[in-house]
Each structure stands twice: as C-alpha cells, then as structure tokens.
Nanobody, 124 residues
Framework: QVQLVESGGGLVQAGGSLRLSCAASARTFSTYAMGWFRRAPGKEREFAAAISRGGSSTYYADSVKGRFTISRDNAKNTVYLQMNSLKREDTAAFYC?????????????????WGQGTQVTVSS
C-alpha cells in the first residue's frame, strides 16, 4: 500500500506560481512512476504531468507544457509539480498518483494509488 499526501495548493493570481508537493509513504518509492492529475469544476479528471521511476523521463499534457515542471526526489519520497504562468483555467483540484507501471502513465486507469488532492485556485 502507498499513501500519498499532497500539499502546496492555494489561491494565486493569474501569472503567478505555485509548487505542489506529494509525499509518499512507500518504502520503495523509486519503484513507482508518479503522476499529477487535475479536476476542474464540472469537468472530468485529466492528466497533467508524469515522471518515470528514476526521473529521467517526463510527460506533460499540451495544456501545461512549457509552464509546469514535474520532478521527484527519491531520497525524500516526494514528487513535485512546479506551476508557473498560471491561468484561470488551471483552477482545479490537483491529485498525485502512483503506479508500478513503467509505460503509459497518462491515463487515470494507469495508476493504482491516489492522494486526496489539493486545491489550486487562480484568480484574475
């Protein structure tokens, strides 16, 4: 079992930045690929970013590419999502997810474990 706890959400003005963190309880954190998903009000959950087990490969949704950066620190059992140039349409609950899969990583169904989410609200 893996427990995931997100933090770092909040209210930010458009154009601003936030860094989300996701702390994992897994003793073998480095065996999990990690992803960030988001759910905007009235919409389905969607993929934002993912990172491979060792951190050498990253994947991004087109909507966040160039603005968001996913990274991980396996020594701290933590994955991060640095979000810059935030837009109002980035307002959503952001969820951290973990999977033992090595490929795919862009679908909710690819992940076995999920955090409770952290809210990001971008104001104009």
């Amino acid at each position: 079992q893996v427990q995931l706890v997100e933090s770092g959400g909040g209210l930010v003005q458009a154009g601003g930045s936030l860094r989300l963190s996701c702390a994992a309880s897994a003793r073998t954190f480095s065996t999990y690929a990690m992803g960030w998903f988001r759910r905007a009000p009235g919409k389905e959950r969607e993929f934002a970013a993912a990172i491979s087990r060792g951190g050498s490969s990253t994947y991004y949704a087109d909507s966040v590419k160039g603005r968001f950066t996913i990274s991980r620190d396996n020594a701290k059992n933590t994955v991060y999502l640095q979000m810059n140039s935030l837009k109002r349409e980035d307002t959503a609950a952001f969820y951290c997810a973990a999977t033992l899969r090595a490929v795919g990583l862009t679908r909710s169904s690819d992940y076995e474990y999920w955090g409770q989410g952290t809210q990001v609200t971008v104001s104009s």
